[in-house]
């Protein structure tokens, strides 16, 4: 039976990838890692996991006696994950996040801290106006700042996706002011915007950047020596000191700029610097390039 076709409640399922994560990663599971990250008593636990071996991932876990837990077969296969190190490290962040509001809140796993940036300041009452729009397909009133434009401009929009782009969150949406599909920074709305009772004219289908893939060829930077070169790769999981990276093509300028690359400037220490993009001239962008840089820029 394919994933796709599993009747998983979302709660059910959230208990299964803590189930298989911990006892992947960590190699021994026990009932209450299950108890503790999601306030159910041992007979449930218990059930969940008996649940997960017998209709999910037969022959996945075995109970050790003298661990007192279980741990993963020889045979182990991720089943309801992808078995990549950034689970475990995503429910590491998940712990330290929902620690800071519930102080006793603790599942068994190890000490750790993930550094966090602040969170930028989006209105509630703008998040609202945007997600309601989004989902509904409509039209939206906004008056919008930029570093290139500080004074507010009034325009309709009509978004189709919310991103976060690493740290920040942006509307992907048609501008009818400027007649072309652009990137809305939350935070730079001066209000809430307006929510409209017409329907969005132009939709993600029609946004061509959207819709098109794009490779990012990515290799260390060819000032490094050869061994610096070496460990950069190995960083990365490069094959061949490369690293293809298949990504919208919207979405590309955001994916270098979390990599350190930049389209036009190199740093001057490729000790900072590390990586480069090999195939610039590939990703199609046009007249478009500029936008993008000045869109990753936070000018718009």
């Avoid at 449930?44 to 006696?65: C, F, H, M, W």
């Avoid at 989902?135 to 919310?162: F, K």
């Avoid at 409209?196 to 029609?206: E, F, P, S, Y």
């Avoid at 061509?208 to 999981?237: K, S």
Wanted: some cysteine; glycine content about 6%.
């Amino acid at each position: 039976m394919k994933k796709t076709d599993w009747p998983i409640r979302w709660d059910l399922l959230l208990r299964y990838r803590l189930i298989e994560t911990v006892a992947y990663w960590e190699g021994r599971l026990t009932t209450n890692h299950i108890c503790h990250g999601f306030g159910i008593g041992r007979q449930q636990a218990s059930k969940d996991i008996n649940t997960y071996l017998r209709e999910l991932a037969p022959g996945n876990l075995v109970y050790d006696r003298h661990l007192k837990g279980y741990v993963p077969a020889p045979d182990f296969r991720p089943v309801v994950t992808s078995g990549q190190v950034s689970e475990y490290v995503d429910l590491l962040a998940r712990q330290q996040n929902l620690s800071h509001t519930v102080d006793t809140l603790n599942i068994g796993l190890p000490d750790s801290h993930v550094v966090q940036a602040p969170n930028q300041a989006i209105s509630p009452d703008t998040m609202r106006a945007v997600v309601t729009a989004t989902r509904n397909g409509r039209r939206l009133r906004a008056s919008y700042t930029s570093l290139s434009r500080p004074e507010p401009v009034e325009s309709i929009i009509e978004p189709h996706t919310l991103v976060c782009n690493g740290a920040n969150w942006h509307l992907r949406a048609w501008c009818d002011s400027n007649r072309e599909f652009r990137d809305f920074a939350l935070t730079r709305f001066r209000q809430a915007p307006e929510a409209l009772r017409q329907r969005a004219r132009h939709t993600r289908d029609q946004d061509e950047d959207w819709n098109r893939q794009v490779v990012l060829l990515v290799t260390p930077d060819q000032r490094l020596t050869p061994p610096q070169r070496d460990i950069i790769a190995r960083d990365y999981g490069m094959t061949g000191g490369r690293l293809e990276i298949r990504t919208r093509a919207a979405l590309a300028p955001y994916v270098l700029t979390q990599l350190g690359i930049a389209f036009d400037n190199q740093h001057p220490d490729p000790l900072i610097q590390q990586l480069e993009l090999a195939n610039p001239d590939q990703l199609g962008f046009g007249s478009r390039r500029e936008r993008a840089l000045k869109a990753v820029a936070g000018l718009c």
